[in-house]
């Protein structure tokens, strides 16, 4: 089962990594999607993640599925890790609050319950690490998306130029 899991898994990953390089789309705005996408996939907010992030790509006109699959950063596996973290963060540079996390209240009204200064501490601390994150998807990103296309641009002409030789060659 283990097995199982580990290969389809890594089959899925594949799938939407395969998907995000092949978009028709400039190579900037299926990157500015994906960095927008793990900006607000950092952000405490798990129920709305998905929609804010398609707002936001609508708003500053990049790829929208780029900035959904963006938002899988953090999932229910292993959000309370990031939200931690994030929390931690946020206490390190604002040192307010009195309250500490605990796991199981992870979600967003158990959140805003909690205080507003722990949900703000959660909140600065996302947007410190989904600014840096965000910054290294983009540039990561934009380059893979240029040279997968710049790749299969160089087969389809080499394609072509093995087309026109042989039809050439028979005349």
Not at 66 to 94: D, Q, S
């Amino acid at each position: 089962m283990s097995i199982y899991i580990r290969f389809g898994l890594r089959r899925i990953l594949r799938f939407w990594y395969l998907k995000l390089l092949r978009m028709r789309e400039s190579p900037h705005s299926v990157a500015m999607g994906l960095s927008v996408g793990v900006f607000v996939g950092c952000l405490p907010i798990i129920p709305f993640q998905t929609v804010v992030a398609l707002g936001l790509a609508f708003v500053i006109r990049c790829n929208k599925i780029a900035a959904a699959a963006g938002t899988w950063i953090t999932n229910p596996l292993y959000a309370p890790f990031v939200y931690y973290g994030l929390y931690r963060i946020g206490k390190m540079i604002i040192p307010i609050g009195k309250k500490e996390f605990e796991p199981e209240d992870l979600t967003l009204m158990n959140i805003v319950a909690m205080g507003w200064d722990f949900f703000l501490l959660m909140m600065f601390g996302g947007i410190i690490v989904g600014l840096i994150l965000s910054v290294i998807t983009y540039m990561i990103s934009v380059k893979a998306v240029k040279v997968y296309h710049d790749r299969r641009a160089k087969k389809k002409s080499q394609k072509k130029l093995q087309g026109l030789t042989r039809s050439r060659g028979r005349i």
